[in-house]
Each structure stands twice: as C-alpha cells, then as structure tokens.
C-alpha cells in the first residue's frame, strides 16, 4: 500500500461523551447551533413561545415566595422530607416523560452554571444557553409541575403558587435578560384571585400574556369569567391556553402506556375549551381578545374546524351567538407549532393551509421537554415559502406580542466557537 | 482525506460505544457481539446526536400463543442506541429503527486493522 493511502492517526479528534441530565445544555444543542448556522441565522427575528421551567432544581426559591405561612412551611418540610415537587398533584411513580432515563434532558436541568454572583441566575444562565444554541431571540418561558395544578383539589395551592410563580418570574428571572419573556399563571379555578394576579403582574413588561393551564375541570364560558376575560382583554395581551397531561381523568384512566395518554390528554382538554369558547360566542363578545393555543400539535385544528362547522349548520339554536362559521373563529386564533406532527407532509401542509399558519402559526421549541422542536422543525419544512419560514419563526410572534423586530441573539458562528474549546458531549 | 485511525479496538467494552468528532464530522463506533458498527451520529429524526444516547436491549412485547401478553420484556439479543433528543431507538447492527426500518442511521465506513479501528470519512 503506498503511503498516501495508509490510515493515518487524526490529529484533530474529540471523544465526545454520553448525554446526561448533567451534560451542558450547549453540548446537548450543538446540533442545533450547525442548523441553525446552516439555516436560518440571517433570519430577522426568532421567538420561541413555549420554552418550560424545570422546577426540581429552584423549589425552594418559589416556595419562598409563597403568601401563606403555613403551606410555605408545609412545602419546606416536604422539601427536606426528600419530596421533589412539593404541594404538587402529581404522583411520582407516574412520572415517565424522561422514557425511562432515554430522553436525559427531561430530567435536568443538573448542569453546571457559573457564579451567580457573576454571571447572574442559575436558571437564566442555563435558559440562555439553549436559546443562544438554538438561535432564540426571545423565549416564553412556562412552568412544569405546575401546569397539573388545575387539576389540585386544594384552591389555595394553585393560588398560593400562582403568585409566588409570578413573583419569582418578576424580581429573579426577567431582570436577568431582556430576551426573556414570562406570562401571568391565572388561578383559574378562583376567578377572583385571578383578576387580582392580572391587575398585579399584567402591566410588567415582559409579562407578555396571561396563562390558563388547560388542564383543568372548569367551563370556560361561565359567566364568573367574564369580567376576567374584559380585564385582560384592555391589556392587549394575549390570553394563553397551555395543554397538559393528565393520566387521572377517567376516559384516561383505561390507557395503559404513558404514550397513549399523552398523545390524547393535551389536545383534549385543549378540544374542550375551544369547543365552549366556539360554541358560546367569546370571539363575539370579547372581538378584540386575542387568543392562543399552546402545545397540542396542530393536526386537532382542522379536525375540530371541520367537526364544529359541520354541527353548526344544523343546530344554530344552540350556538346562536355564531355570526360565522367556528372555523372562521378558528382561523383568527393562534396556535404555537410544537410538537409538529411531521410525518405526512401532505397531511400537515392541509393543516397550515387550513389554520392561516402563514399568520396564526408561531415557533414554539418546548426545550426542555422530551419532544421539544428545534427550529429546523420549520425551516426543513418543503412546502414552505421563505417568507412563511420567517413569520412563523418569530415575525408572526412580533406582531402578537408587540415584541420589537432586532436582533437580539448571537451569531451561530459565535456560539459554535465560544463552545468549542469545552465542549464534552 | 485519508482514511483515519480513531482507537485501539482493545478499549471498547462489549457491549460499549465511544464517539469521535473529526475535524467536524461526528459518528459513533460501536462493539456488540465481539463485531464492530460504525454510525453517523446524526439523527434522521432531527439532527439529533443518536449515538450519544443510551445503550439499552430493544423493548418487546411478549405475546403467548394464544395471543395474550405477558407485557413488555427486554429482547436477549438485540441492543438499541436511543437518540437522547427525543428517544428514537436504533438497532446497533443494522442502524434500523425497530418499528420503521426505513428510518436508519447513516453507515459510516469502519474497519479493524490490527488494534487499530480505522475510519473512511468524506471529504
């Protein structure tokens, strides 16, 4: 064999190491960093409206914040008793998002963040590494345990958490970083309590909206909603409902795998709230409230579009308060992209040619959880203009959130080479 | 570019994997069963890193002859790399995913001369 052809030894090699739920949030996203240096890096603007606190690691802070002297030491205690999600109605054993250890990063985030007294809040430093290897401009950042409250038979947690949430977003998090934007988590079981906590927090500045998590027993159309519904409707800022899951509904409780559970119980709860918001007429008697819906994929939007416009047309006695069809409602909506159902490209090119998502259509990662989208989720999408790429990546998002389009994010070309050096996994 | 040498064979476990990023270009080599596989770690999912995942047996469902199921067991044979962005499993000999074979893993040419395990990249 001539020399030129023997096997040489790589001089400029790296052993890369397994992913953990420890492994840096840079490393974990390298791959989104190339695309997005590949992609989509002289894009205007991306907004991310649907990234999550974790909040294993910062418990003990929220629970600080609590207004109640007895469930903050309740809480406290069940903290140093080894219970990981204190005053929480989930049920540990029940937790398999993470798929048994395959997706690490659900269970994060348990890396290392550097001084805080340096370099700022350990959750905005690790909140700012994904969205700088992502290529995030802005993100929207959402609870996780906390999004089953609605679902806690004791009112007082859900309000009790509802305000220290808020508080803690408020005075640790948001100073951290322009970039980073948070919503108002309403009580929603206590209306009250959740014209209070809009009157409170809706006026900061990177409040961008008010949060109903879905999953929860409660009619939206009740009257006691609505003097809520005109109150959040003057701010200008959107109303958000965020799915979940929930394995105790009853209809759930016959599935036997997590994965069946899941599949269905976010867009359910989302299907239950659209169909009275629909069928009562909100759009009609708040037409200036802009409504948006969080994180049950998109392919339940055109079959509840044409599911109610078919029923409609047959029984207007009983939505009377229709002046257009309920997919026309439907369409003036907005829907956040994650988790994009992308295997039939023909199927989820009718669903956004169905739903406007030209204009209706905003990016949302869902980092950390285990089916987050990365942007490529829209931009390798074939029957995509440039243009559409664009607005559902963050212009569509601008326009909604009143958010300034200017770059705000490194370039990827930067981030990649920061990370070089110490990159490990 | 010349082909590389990335290991000594002698140092990977069985089963066990170790994963190299050569002058930018990522893949995986595997040991199962005495053999060695080589993968790009790339995941036709999302460009997710596949071969950084965990190694674990393929999940199966065990069915009876008369058709019920004793529930899921772990296979005895064949081992999966799970991709740790979203968990999609790919058989470490054949780079298939086991409910979709057409969804796979790219090959990355791989060959043991000696202790050495020598790798073709692309220019």
């Known amino acids: ?425 | 570019m010349p082909d590389v040498i990335v290991a000594k064979a002698s140092s990977f476990p069985d089963p066990g994997r170790k994963v190299f990023d050569v002058g930018g270009t990522e893949f995986g080599v595997f040991k199962l069963g005495g053999q060695f596989y080589a993968w790009e770690n790339r995941c036709p999912h999302l460009d997710g890193p596949a071969c950084q995942g965990k190694i674990l047996p393929c999940a199966t469902e065990a069915v009876n002859e008369d058709k019920t199921s004793r529930g899921r067991e772990f296979s005895k044979t064949d081992m999966n790399v799970v991709c740790p962005w979203h968990g999609f499993e790919f058989d470490i000999r054949t780079g298939r995913h086991p409910t979709n074979n057409a969804v796979r893993l790219r090959a990355v040419k791989m060959r043991v001369e000696g202790d050495d395990i020598v790798v073709s990249l692309r220019d």
């Open chain 1, 1 to 425: 064999m001539p020399d030129e052809m023997k096997p040489v030894r790589a001089d400029n090699i790296r052993e890369l190491q397994e992913m953990t739920a420890a492994s840096d949030t840079r490393d974990y996203l390298h791959a989104a960093a190339r695309q997005a240096q590949r992609q989509y890096d002289d894009y205007e603007l991306i907004v991310d409206v649907d990234a999550h606190l974790q909040e294993g690691r910062f418990w003990d802070e929220l629970v600080e914040y609590m207004d109640s002297d007895v469930l903050r030491y309740t809480a406290q205690q069940q903290l140093a008793g080894g219970i990981r999600a204190p005053l929480i109605n989930m049920q540990p054993g029940m937790s398999f998002q993470a798929l048994g250890g395959r997706v690490p990063h659900q269970s994060g985030p348990g890396e290392k963040v550097e001084d805080p007294a340096t370099h700022g809040h350990p959750f905005a430093q690790i909140v700012m590494r994904g969205m700088d290897s992502m290529g995030v401009d802005y993100q929207m950042i959402f609870p996780t345990a906390m999004l089953h409250l609605g679902m806690n038979p004791m009112e007082d947690i859900e309000i009790n958490m509802a305000r220290a949430y808020c508080r803690w977003l408020v005075e640790k998090v948001l100073p951290e970083s322009p970039r980073l934007l948070g919503l108002v988590y309403l009580p929603f079981n206590d209306p009250v309590e959740s014209e209070k906590i809009v009157k409170e927090f809706g006026g900061h500045k990177q409040i961008v909206g008010f949060t109903i998590c879905a999953v929860r027993h409660k009619p939206v159309h009740h009257n006691q909603y609505m003097r809520l519904y005109s109150m959040i409707e003057e701010t200008g800022k959107p109303l958000v409902f965020h799915a979940g899951p929930h394995w105790d509904d009853p209809s759930f409780s016959q599935l036997n795998r997590f994965i069946s559970m899941h599949a269905l119980s976010f867009v359910h709860y989302n299907l239950i709230h659209m169909t009275n918001w629909i069928i009562n007429a909100l759009p009609e008697r708040f037409p200036k409230l802009k409504v948006v819906w969080i994180e049950s994929g998109l392919a339940w939007i055109p079959y509840l579009m044409q599911r109610l416009d078919h029923e409609v047309l047959m029984r207007q006695s009983e939505a009377p308060g229709l002046k257009r069809m309920p997919s026309e409602y439907m369409q003036d909506m907005f829907y956040s992209s994650q988790p994009m159902e992308r295997w039939d490209m023909k199927m989820l090119e009718a669903t956004m040619t169905k739903m406007k998502a030209d204009t209706q259509l905003l990016f949302a990662s869902d980092w950390p959880h285990w089916d987050f989208d990365p942007p490529s989720s829209v931009t390798t999408l074939p029957f995509l203009s440039e243009q559409s790429k664009k607005n559902i990546l963050g212009l569509n998002a601008a326009k909604l959130f009143n958010l300034p389009v200017k770059r705000m994010r490194p370039h990827a070309k930067d981030v990649i080479a920061a990370r070089a050096r110490h990159r490990v996994s």
